[in-house]
């Protein structure tokens, strides 16, 4: 147990499907995070929240679309999906003004898109 | 960010300990070095970090060279469950807010009954 819950585990959608993945925090921080890992790449970081604000969108298709509404709570949004975008994708947490706050990471969502 | 260099694969037998370098030469004075593991199927798992000083936990050691330019993470004693990938991640310490850590390739390690 991480303290990081990401649900589903596993989902399957077509290219036209709308669903949404979801994360939540139960180690009272306030910045949260969404990252993908793709087959033999390495983690790339897509999304930063701190204090529920947006931080950072590192370069992500607008197909992916990250909320935030509260501190405990991250979604990810997705829509009209590419084959490509078939990965693992990682919600992580940690604690802001504690420069050297580890991430914890939840055990990610497996996507296929199909 | 300074930039990691890591061995792409490692065997240790089970109760040795294993040792895994990880080179940073870029360093700035004020990084961090963190070390996490991903074991298959799961999310990374935060090992240690450490500045300068040598570093010490249940899971491992971290060994700091003195001029910071290359780091050892110790396993002590080895079991079958520490087969994971390890990534090692210099991390600035001025960083206010969000600490956004950017991941590289790792390094295998395979434990060897």
């Known amino acids: 147990e991480t303290g990081v819950t990401q649900t589903p585990r596993h989902l399957v959608m077509g290219m036209t499907n709308k669903k949404s993945l979801k994360c939540e925090q139960h180690?009272?921080?306030?910045?949260m995070y969404w990252y993908k890992q793709s087959a033999k790449k390495p983690l790339e970081l897509m999304f930063v929240?701190?204090?529920?604000?947006?931080?950072e969108n590192n370069s992500v298709p607008s197909r992916f679309s990250p909320e935030c509404p509260n501190s405990s709570h991250l979604f990810l949004h997705l829509h009209t999906l590419q084959p490509e975008d078939s990965a693992l994708y990682l919600c992580?947490?940690?604690?802001?003004?504690?420069?050297?706050?580890?991430?914890?990471f939840g055990n990610g969502t497996r996507l296929t898109v199909t | 960010d300074a930039k990691t260099t890591q061995p792409p694969s490692m065997d240790c037998a089970e109760g040795r300990a294993a040792n895994l370098p990880c080179n940073h030469s870029?360093?700035?004075?004020?990084?961090?070095v963190y070390w996490y593991r991903q074991i298959h199927s799961q999310g990374p798992q935060y090992i240690i970090h450490?500045?300068?000083n040598n570093e010490t936990n249940e899971m491992a050691s971290l060994i700091i060279t003195e001029d910071r330019k290359s780091s050892t993470l110790i396993l002590p004693h080895a079991t079958l469950r520490d087969t994971a990938v390890y990534y090692c991640i210099v991390r600035s310490l001025i960083q206010t807010g969000a600490n956004n850590l950017f991941f590289g390739t790792g390094t295998r390690l395979t434990v060897i009954p």
């Open positions: 870029t360093i700035s004075g004020n990084e961090y």
């Open positions: 992580a947490s940690s604690a802001l003004y504690r420069n050297n706050s580890p991430l914890h």
């Open positions: 450490g500045l300068k």
């Open positions: 929240y701190s204090l529920e604000e947006r931080v």
């Open positions: 180690l009272g921080h306030n910045a």
